[in-house]
């Protein structure tokens, strides 16, 4: 593991301006991650910030946002902002970038994903997915799932999830996970909600898992130079 140094940017959308972070590595970067935060909070969720310490000691420059609103339309198009304003970025050049984002943001992610899927232009700049705590569907109306962009994806995704996830329900979960067509892997929190809390368990005991997944995860489809 490495240090590394936070970096506080602002990035055009339309008329106003996103706030957002890096966390940029010490050693030569490779490979980024995009992250955001769900319908409530911002980019200073403690699990997002957890998360984009331990990847940037590995190597892996991390971008977090805030965008406020519960229009995923909106989310989905801020998204797309950050995308683009990282890929052409002079000041760090990529050979590929994952987004992530936690409930409603994996879902801003994944909509992006598919969207820049579709275009002529697609590039392959977009590595693959991590969701956390994927909102699969509302709390008790497990019968409308929100899976229509996870079946158009082809890059690998990630989605880390309690096991007691009021909003994904994991035989749910799974079934959609056996539809879709990318690469797929699902690592279940045992006991956990859709904020991560588990009963009688420290939260930087969950966080440190969360990072481990991830990290290892990300390891297995690109290469990583650790220490």
Request: hydrophobic share 40%.
């Amino acid at each position: 593991m490495s240090g590394h140094a936070e970096v506080r940017v602002k990035i055009p959308f339309g008329n106003k301006y996103l706030d957002a972070i890096f966390s940029v590595p010490q050693k030569k970067l490779r490979y980024g991650m995009i992250l955001t935060h769900g319908a409530g909070g911002d980019m200073n969720f403690p699990h997002l910030v957890s998360l984009a310490t331990y990847l940037a000691s590995y190597g892996i420059l991390c971008l977090r946002f805030t965008c406020k609103g519960l229009n995923i339309a909106y989310r989905t198009k801020a998204y797309k902002a950050v995308v683009e304003y990282l890929k052409f970025s002079g000041d760090y050049k990529l050979s590929g970038v994952f987004l992530a984002g936690r409930s409603m943001g994996s879902r801003a992610a994944a909509s992006v994903i598919r969207q820049l899927s579709q275009d002529d232009d697609d590039d392959g700049f977009i590595q693959g997915l991590v969701c956390l705590s994927y909102p699969l569907h509302r709390p008790k109306l497990q019968s409308k799932l929100r899976d229509e962009d996870l079946l158009f994806i082809r890059c690998p995704v990630l989605f880390v999830s309690g096991s007691a996830d009021e909003m994904c329900e994991k035989q749910l979960l799974e079934g959609v996970a056996s539809k879709m067509k990318a690469p797929k892997k699902i690592h279940w929190i045992d006991k956990a909600n859709h904020g991560m809390a588990v009963k009688g368990r420290a939260e930087d005991d969950v966080m440190e898992e969360i990072n481990t997944q991830v990290f290892s995860w990300l390891r297995e489809n690109i290469e990583v130079e650790h220490k």
